[in-house]
């Protein structure tokens, strides 16, 4: 293959959800309409590398004309309850859920022995920070329900013991339209343990 073409495919292989085959075949798309596909891509990666930016407060994706973003800047959120978050991605759906009206803060990642990931690499000073600045009352964790991620909830969790700061978790459940037969174990005991009153 020749050597830009290669480092293209190369590139875009490295990208969430592409295998090789997938990032061959995009290249490929992009060299066959330049102005239609390459050109526009390449004006928004490069826009998107000297304007994106992660805010200074919360962590969240904004833009450099915008430190706090417009989530931490918004007067009709409830600045007492705080929704802790691995990665700015995950904000997006519960954004798009609309039942969450608080404020958000990106840890950077979760624990992880296997990846040695540390509390100290994680934003985790910066949460405990704007909990005794900002007055924040509750921390929603809603992180990966994984082991990583439950590991990293329990240390939030002992974080915020003494704190007077409820510490709560996304609950646990069967999807939307599934059913019983369609789950595994570990979803059902969670959903079993996490049930709530019909009354």
Known sequence: MIAPIEDLTRAL????GLGRR????????????PER????????????RESVVCCSRCGAFTTRGEDPCALCTDALRDGKVVCVVEEPADIMPIEASGAFRGRYHVLGGKLSTMHRVK???LRLRELAERISKEGISEVLVAVSTDMEGDATAGYISEMLSSSGVKATRLAFGLPADSGVSYSDPLTLRRAINCRTSLQ
């Open 13 to 16: 292989a490295r990208l969430p």
């Open 22 to 33: 997938s990032a061959s075949r995009a290249a490929l798309a992009l060299l066959r309409e």
């Open 37 to 48: 596909l390459l050109d526009p891509l390449a004006w928004a990666i490069r826009v998107a």
């Open 119 to 121: 509390p100290d690499n």
